[in-house]
């Protein structure tokens, strides 16, 4: 790297960096900085549903008018350890407390722009880990609704192209291969069939 100037300085930092590409080509790079985050997606293995956000995300709604984003349980590590962000944001966000996480990746979702780096889990769950109503900070507006969904209809969903948030997406093809038994329609397993539970 030759140079670095801040060019914006807020809730995120844009800097501009001055490199040298390896065929000696000097050119300007923008990149963002906000932090890292983790990722969950809470899943049942005896009812094979899955618990996940409904939000309004101001950029989705700028590009597409959209005003709600279905999304995995997220948000930023703050001065701890990826698993206990994503244990805080599952209990704030979904009313649901989490005892195993299972590490799927850290992954780069914007590695052209952002130094973000996100750490993905599947948590396996329990019926009665739901202590609350979930539903983000007051004091932050998040106006989470929690949807419990039944697995076989989010995978139907990504094979559709349906799942929008790449996260969730990650997730959910993350967990039929760990645990395809958990997508089989009657499967010993799998116990029984759940509908999805909206909770506003």
Known sequence: ??????????????????????????VSRDVEYHGDAAAVLPYDPVRRCGLVARLFRAPVFDATGLTQMEEACAGMIEHET????????????LGISLHTLELVARVWPS??????????FLAPYRANDRYGLGGGLAAEHEDITVVERP???????????????????????????????????????GGAESLPIRIS
Request: charged share 25%; hydrophobic share 45%.
């Open 1 to 26: 790297m030759l140079g670095r100037r801040v060019a914006y300085r807020g809730y995120l930092t844009v800097d501009k960096l001055l490199v040298r590409l390896q065929d000696g080509a000097i």
């Open 151 to 189: 697995l076989t209809s989010l995978a139907a969903d990504a094979r559709l192209g349906g799942i929008t948030d790449g996260k969730l997406l990650t997730l959910i093809l993350a967990l039929q291969l760990k645990r395809p038994e958990l997508f089989v329609p009657g499967h010993p397993r």
């Open 82 to 93: 990826a698993s206990a962000a994503a244990r805080r944001e599952a209990g704030e966000e």
């Open 111 to 120: 590695p052209g722009v952002s130094s973000e780096r996100q750490t993905l």
